[in-house]
């Protein structure tokens, strides 16, 4: 399984951007799916889950109200849609994956319950 994700950059507080995840090379239909970020230093933290069966999420407190995540069957794609974004944003986002679901998408909250993960894009938020 590989994933590919994309869509960082560089942009303003108050911004929007809209990061992907393209899944390949396996069945993945009855998994989790997940975004992570890493700030300079600092540990890699939950950001959202998806169902990717029934599109159900879970998100952190601090994405809330700001942060989305979605996912397309057809095109084999999560996204991350962030709005109003803060400097505090900046980070490496990565999308990860986990096969199968097993537990309620609490249990995902932590980088060490996924065994997939993709190369990370990186977002910065400037002042």
């Known amino acids: 399984v590989q994933l590919q994700a994309s869509g960082g950059g560089l942009v303003k507080t108050g911004d929007s951007l809209s990061l992907s995840c393209v899944v390949s090379?396996?069945?993945?239909?009855?998994?989790?799916l997940g975004w992570f970020r890493q700030a300079p230093g600092k540990e890699r933290e939950f950001v959202v889950a998806?169902?990717?069966?029934?599109?159900?999420?879970f998100s952190a407190d601090s994405g809330k109200g700001r942060f989305a995540t979605s996912r397309d069957n057809t095109q084999n794609t999560m996204y991350l849609q962030m709005n109003n974004l803060k400097p505090e944003d900046t980070a490496v986002y990565y999308c990860?994956?986990?096969?199968?679901?097993?537990?309620?998408?609490?249990?995902?909250?932590?980088?060490?319950?996924?065994?997939?993960w993709g190369q990370g894009t990186e977002v910065t938020v400037s002042s």
């Open positions: 990860s994956l986990d096969i199968p679901k097993l537990r309620a998408l609490e249990y995902y909250s932590t980088s060490d319950r996924f065994d997939y």
């Open positions: 090379g396996g069945a993945f239909s009855s998994g989790v």
């Open positions: 998806i169902s990717w069966s029934d599109g159900s999420t």
